[in-house]
């Protein structure tokens, strides 16, 4: 049995209790956004391109990313070769998604695409997730991200896998990002209503937050086992 409140990341109940629970609150207040008619037009705007929602996703990708690195170098008496590598490279696939969320740049500084990129870009922007082909289906890495999540929990079990390991009080946030990411999946292939279709679609913003969030915490908390624990 998962032992969801490990004292090995020197952290109190309260505070696990607070992370193990947080993607269902942070689910409930979004939701509730469009659940009376006066907030629904602010739940629609904190989810549009380059609203409080993405720039927060952003910066979490960023600050994870660049945190990952730096901690993975210094841990060199509690990691082995190969898993600090899987830190590094995990760390620099989260800025590569930071950088995507704000377009390389471009919302900031406002500069052209290139053309002939902007003719193979379903956005007319410089990125990668929005060519031909990978535009309007981003619902399929999410799906893998949870699933890799749950599955990384269930490495715990094995010792040799333990440093990478998913802390198991991280299972309700990858549940979540897995279950949203599987209906968007089903309703590009079965429309159910317009409606609900593009609330589906504008919702998958607020995933990415768990994306990033759930991100995080898994460096946070493994981070914190690792030096006050002899793995």
Known sequence: MFNLFSPSYNISKKIMLVIFIAPVILTIIMSSFFVFPSTVNLGFWLLEENAPIEILTFIIFLYTGILGIFTARKLNKSLDK???LFYI??????IFIAMEE????Q??????TPENWAKINGQGE???HNLQGLQGHS?????????SGIFGIVLGFLDRFKKISVPPILILWFIIIFCHATVDFIQDRVSISSRYDFAIVKTSEFIELLIAGSSFLYFWLNFRRLKHSNL
């Open 139 to 147: 619902e399929a890495l999410r799906m893998i991200f949870g699933l």
């Open 107 to 112: 919302w900031f500084f406002h500069f052209e």
């Open 82 to 84: 190969y898993s600090k």
């Open 102 to 105: 704000i377009s390389w740049g």
């Open 126 to 128: 410089t990125t990668l």
């Open 89 to 94: 490279f995990f760390s620099i696939c989260l």
